[in-house]
């Protein structure tokens, strides 16, 4: 088989093990999860928010299987595109493609509008009692995608140090704040956060549970990186496991310290104040522990913008190279060796759409359009992919019932409830989320089955690109 040349690859063997496992952080975004889902999970689970953490994790190991056992065989920059594609057929693999394409490109526009017309003006409201003005998140949100645009555009390996960098930093001051508020509330430590009293039942706790889920399951977006990846089908693996575990740990820790730290039988008003974690922090940190902390969340965020729009580029880029998307889309920087073309236009697309749903409908109801938009395609896409791993592994004639089939179905099932409780009962601005993610879902699906009867061949090269990427790069070790 004939090599890919140079001008159409990406950096081969740009990210190392720590630099994946940077990329998988940065996409769980710790802090800025903390600020954001983690006090969505708040208002369902109460004071019971540890446990909700603690049964999640379990989800969490039981979700992420997927996309780690498809990397024991088959990466690329694809990811749940090439998968499904090289594993169970090329137009179930395109049509997962685009779906979850949808996905990580929504979490751009979520993360930036949340960052800029949220969280900052929410923050400097509380602390300073001072209104920004209602449009001075557009010249922040401006400044913030143009300065992600150009770090990825330099290429994978500045984007992945700074990501690293920045999820070391984040996990340390999680567990600094965590410590200093467990130690400073001595006696008052309690076993009760971990019952589901507080809670006034299990279901309130499912229900945050699923917030929790969500907010640790960004990890898998690393699989886009198989082909910049050292040893790829070792390190992505590798790096899913760990991430996995290092954010789960810090998350349990975190919301314990919140919880009591707030007051156990005060979390109903949790959720209801403007930014709970850093009012904690003040309290048992004091402030200029709180302004550093306030200002790692902004760079968390960042953070977790950076590493959908690398996400989201690779996939794009993947595609078009096979000849299923836009061609501009598969142009690879001569220098930077980064799919520069698909960097742009993601970051600009972000901007206009983050841009649009903060003026049609404000910042905080954009934030939750788009972020539900994201989820729901990105529940839909995990699913078909828990059923396309069956179907690879037995291509393969390494099927194992547990693994393959038993583990993916529990996944669906806690794909499915999760999808039921934030999506039922419909609700402002839920219900157009949900609108747009299955618009956009059926439309590429239908255009996909058309394309694949009319050009039988080329459907068939659907991830075929990444696998022989694949092959040279193992055939160089």
């Known amino acids: 088989m004939e090599r890919i040349s140079e001008g159409r690859t990406l950096k081969k063997g740009a990210a190392g093990f720590y630099s994946l496992l940077g990329q998988s952080i940065a996409m769980i975004s710790p802090l800025g999860a903390v600020a954001a889902t983690m006090t969505g999970a708040a208002e369902f689970a109460k004071g019971s928010l540890p446990l909700a953490y603690i049964i999640s994790i379990f989800g969490v190991l039981i979700w ?33 493609g685009y779906m979850m394409w949808f996905s990580y490109f929504m979490v751009i526009t979520n993360a930036i509008l949340f960052t800029s017309g949220v969280f900052i003006p929410g923050t400097i409201s509380y ?7 209602s449009y001075t998140w557009i010249p922040i949100m401006t400044a913030f995608i143009v300065i992600l645009t150009v770090i990825a555009y330099l290429g994978i390996k500045p984007s992945l140090a700074y990501s690293f960098t920045a999820s070391v930093i984040e996990i340390a001051l999680l567990v600094i704040t965590s410590v200093v508020i467990i130690v400073a509330l001595g006696s008052k430590n309690t076993y009760v956060p971990f019952t589901a009293g507080p809670a006034d039942g299990f279901a309130a706790v499912a229900v945050g549970m699923v917030l929790a889920i969500f907010s640790m399951s960004g990890s898998s977006a690393v699989v886009t990186l198989g082909e910049e990846a050292q040893q790829p089908r070792k390190n992505i693996k590798k790096a899913l496991l760990i991430s996995f575990i290092i954010t789960g740990v810090v998350f349990v820790l975190t919301s314990y310290a919140l919880t009591v730290g707030w007051g156990v039988s005060k979390m109903s008003t949790f959720f209801t104040s403007s930014v709970p974690g850093l009012i904690v922090s003040d309290k048992y940190l ?3 522990f709180t302004i550093v902390l306030f200002v790692f969340i902004i760079n968390s965020l960042f953070a977790g913008s950076l590493a959908p729009l690398n996400t989201s580029s690779r996939m794009i880029f993947s595609m078009s190279r096979d000849g299923l998307g836009p061609s501009m889309f598969s142009k690879v920087h001569p220098v930077h060796k980064t799919p520069y073309i698909a960097i742009i236009t993601m970051a600009g697309v972000a901007y206009v759409v983050s841009l649009a749903a903060g003026l049609l409908i404000g910042p905080e109801d954009g934030f939750l359009y788009l972020v539900t938009a994201s989820s729901a395609a990105l529940f839909v896409g995990h699913i078909l992919s828990n059923f396309g791993l069956g179907v690879t592994y037995k291509k393969l004639k ?47 699906a239908i255009a996909i089955v058309i394309y694949a009867i009319k050009h039988p061949e080329a459907i068939k090269r659907a991830g075929s690109t990444d ?3 694949q092959n040279d790069i193992y055939r160089e070790k």
């Open 286 to 288: 004091g402030l200029p």
């Open 467 to 469: 696998m022989e990427v």
């Open 127 to 133: 602390f300073l009692h001072f209104n920004i003005g």
């Open 398 to 444: 390494e099927f194992k019932i547990l693994t393959h089939a038993v583990i993916p179905a529990i996944a669906t099932v806690i794909l499915a409830i999760a999808m039921f409780y934030s999506f039922v009962p419909p609700a402002y601005p839920v219900d157009y989320s949900i609108i747009t993610a299955v618009v956009f879902i059926i439309i590429s």
């Open 64 to 96: 992420i299987n997927t996309p780690y056992q498809f990397s024991k065989k088959i990466n690329g920059a694809g990811g749940f595109y090439t998968f499904n594609s090289q594993g169970a057929s090329p137009t179930y693999g395109l049509i997962i």
